[in-house]
């Protein structure tokens, strides 16, 4: 009987210990090689992080932004020093030579009495520590012990955001930086300039929305009021960009989609009005010389604006009836663009815009979007490399009903890889001239009530898949969605940010009984910046016989909640320049009344004493298409992430009591 318990404990310990070895980080991407050991690494709360000191200049941006991170992440104080890594160490080194395996990216994590990271290049050392931050994010237990050889399938894996039809803050494009690189996601393009649809504004193409968010100082008044980028801080936007890892691609779109410079010179506009007024003239010297000159501002000089390789010409759904002339405007701006050092991009529009105008092909990266204009297929064939951006699969434009609201991240995972575009057209994986893909957002509806953190709630899980799929490939054999989705929902969004505003769980805002008495000028902060979808904010509310006019009740980092708007006692919010207003209820004067606020991606809802009194969601507005003669629509999108920050204001703030301040974010 001895015998037979001591084999069954030699049983038990053997599996612990081979479950152990075998453990699997949970990471995003997921580890191309992992060689499990028995047992954990505890990381202690302060530490070491050492470089070689011969390879002090090139390793120190990676190791002090680790020691950055492992302090926000988990507040932990990790001294980067140069010398030899002991026990308890995290090592960065460089390797003594190249390594075909791990390429420009790639990077080798050994996990022992230490943690270890070596890689051929500075951007690969990078790459281990974002794993190493989220592999502790995972196992706050302590690492488990073993090896990772890592690499990316695709050199390419990016993400195209459209700031013409909408602005995005500079700190909102700063914050996707990390996004991004915790992701491993190495590209961001800018879509700089774009125009509504005039079907919105009676035709009119003179009403009709446009933008060009850079500063521009050949062309003054060219840049857009509503929101635009100084020059100097669009190089520092890249320059950060760079030391996370990431190329950022400045994208001028010329020659369609060009209404904000047609609106700035009318003459550029094509002569042809069937073509529309976002379409630059193809035979005019002057847009030549507009278009020469507006590259040239951002690119020449000892100090360019665009500090990067790859510089963007956009070259795509120009009017099919000028095919042969189109080809020559794309050919010269390859070439012109070529001639100031830069690496050109185009979405190119080449299967759908035949002729005999030969194109530039050599060293030229195209972004294949379309099955019809220029799709996987023709690009390869014609000698590009290029990038899958598939609008089938990738292209999410928010509140409308086409493309995706959300990716389709299931399908992606289970079936998608950067080689296919279409169900049935792909081509092999290992063909030499695909470089990645790329997801993209398009914020066609202008004026439509989204907000930055709108569209980042459907772009981050598109973050976290794309990352799956360019750089781990197909893992679904090993890893089933559920348990991949399941791991993508527990996830950070990177190291000090929280776009999304999540909380845990409950959060008792204010001292439970506690009367918080507000004199217009009183303001309480809390510990809760704001809570995201989906939520609910209640609390107890007495407002004074003498309210003042549009207070402020709530503020946040990104929006502010109102009593007596308009001094009419209802309730109203205010985020991004947009204002909503609950209509059907009004404080009562000197009197206690429960408020609760629910909110989700689709809406806002408000209730009184436990009783639903008005839903804001659904509002549209329609207009008829003549060119496709159908109906369209704008949803107006009556969102709100709830702001907490502080109760009241200094100036215009709320005058009463208020009370048992509770937010929930739930499942």
């Known amino acids: 009987m001895g015998k037979l318990l001591s084999l069954l404990i030699c049983l038990v310990v053997s599996g612990a210990v081979a479950v152990a070895q075998n453990a699997v980080p949970e990471v995003i991407p997921a580890l191309q090689q992992w ?44 001294e980067v020093v140069a010398g030899k890594a002991g026990k308890g160490d995290v090592s960065l080194r460089l390797s003594s030579k190249p390594d075909e395996k791990l390429g420009e990216e790639g990077y080798v994590l ?6 270890e990271m070596e890689a051929p290049t500075a951007k690969g050392v990078f790459w281990a520590t974002r794993t190493l931050l989220q592999m502790m994010y995972n196992q706050p237990k302590g690492l488990v012990k073993g090896k990772a050889v890592d690499y990316p399938l695709y050199a390419k894996r990016g993400f195209m955001l459209d700031v013409g039809r909408k602005f995005f803050s500079m700190d909102y494009l700063k914050q996707y930086v990390k996004i991004l690189s915790f992701y491993k996601l190495n590209e961001f393009q800018i879509h700089l300039n774009d125009n509504a649809f005039p079907e919105f504004y009676d035709y009119d193409w003179n009403k009709t929305y446009s933008a060009f968010r ?8 060219l840049t857009a009021r509503d929101g635009s980028y100084t020059k100097e801080e669009f190089k520092e936007f890249q320059r950060m960009a760079n030391r996370y890892g990431i190329d950022v691609i400045p994208e001028i779109d010329v020659p369609a989609h060009s209404l904000a410079f047609t609106h700035y010179n009318p003459r550029l506009a094509a002569d042809n009005k069937e073509y529309g007024q976002d379409h630059l003239d193809l035979y005019k010297q002057e847009v030549y010389d507009f278009v020469d000159t507006l590259f040239a501002e951002y690119i020449k000089g000892d100090d360019p604006t665009f500090i990067g390789e790859y510089v963007h010409i956009g070259t795509d759904e120009y009017n099919r009836k000028e095919a042969e002339q189109f080809r020559r405007f794309t050919d ?10 830069k690496t050109p991009r185009m979405w190119g529009s080449l299967k759908t815009m035949k002729g005999e105008t030969p194109v530039e092909v050599d060293n030229v990266y195209v972004n294949s979007w379309n099955h019809n204009w220029f799709d996987i297929q023709t690009a390869n064939k014609a000698g590009y490399k290029f990038i899958n951006t598939c609008d ?23 079936n998608w890889t950067p080689n296919k575009m279409m169900k049935t057209e792909d081509l092999p994986a290992d063909t030499p001239n695909l470089e990645g893909a790329m997801f993209a957002v398009w914020n066609d509806r202008v004026g439509n009530g989204i907000t930055e953190q709108d569209v980042h709630y459907r772009s981050f899980p598109a973050v976290q898949v794309v990352a799956e799929k360019t750089w781990k490939g197909d893992n679904a054999k090993n890893v089933s969605f559920e348990q991949f989705d399941a791991l993508c929902k527990r996830m950070p969004e990177a190291p000090g940010v929280n776009l999304l505003a999540r909380i845990d769980g409950t959060k ?29 904010v209640e609390f107890e509310l007495r407002q004074s016989k003498e309210p003042m006019i549009d207070a402020i009740l709530f503020r946040g980092p990104h929006s502010e909640f109102i009593s007596n708007w308009n001094d009419t006692r209802k309730f109203a919010f205010r985020r991004e320049n947009y204002e909503f207003v609950f209509h059907d209820f009004r404080m009562p004067e000197e009197e206690w009344v429960k408020i609760r606020v629910e909110g989700d991606h689709k809406g806002t809802s408000l209730y009184v004493n436990g009783q639903l009194v008005e839903r804001l969601e659904g509002r549209k507005r329609m207009v008829y298409n003549k060119r496709f003669n159908r109906k369209d629509y704008n949803w107006y999108q009556e969102t709100l992430i709830f702001p ?24």
């Open 35 to 78: 060689k499990g050991r028995s047992g954990v690494l505890v990381m202690q709360e302060k530490g070491r992080i050492v470089v070689d000191p011969k390879q002090e200049a090139e390793l120190k941006t990676a190791a002090e932004q680790l020691s950055a991170d492992l302090k926000e992440m988990f507040g932990f104080d990790y």
């Open 110 to 115: 050994d996990i022992t009495s230490k943690v």
């Open 214 to 221: 850079l500063e521009c100082e050949s062309f003054p008044g």
């Open 332 to 341: 010269r701006y390859l070439k012109y663009i070529k001639s100031l050092g």
């Open 392 to 414: 089938h699969y990738l292209y999410i434009v928010p509140a409308v009903n086409y493309y995706h609201d959300f990716l389709d991240s299931k399908w992606l995972y289970e």
């Open 508 to 536: 008792k805002v204010t001292e439970p009984g506690v009367e918080l008495q507000l004199d217009g000028t009183t303001v309480h902060t809390t510990e809760v910046a704001e809570v995201g979808y989906p939520y609910s």
């Open 644 to 667: 907490l920050q502080q109760i009241g204001d200094a100036n215009q703030g709320f005058t009463g009591a208020i009370k048992n301040v509770v937010c929930t974010q739930t499942k």
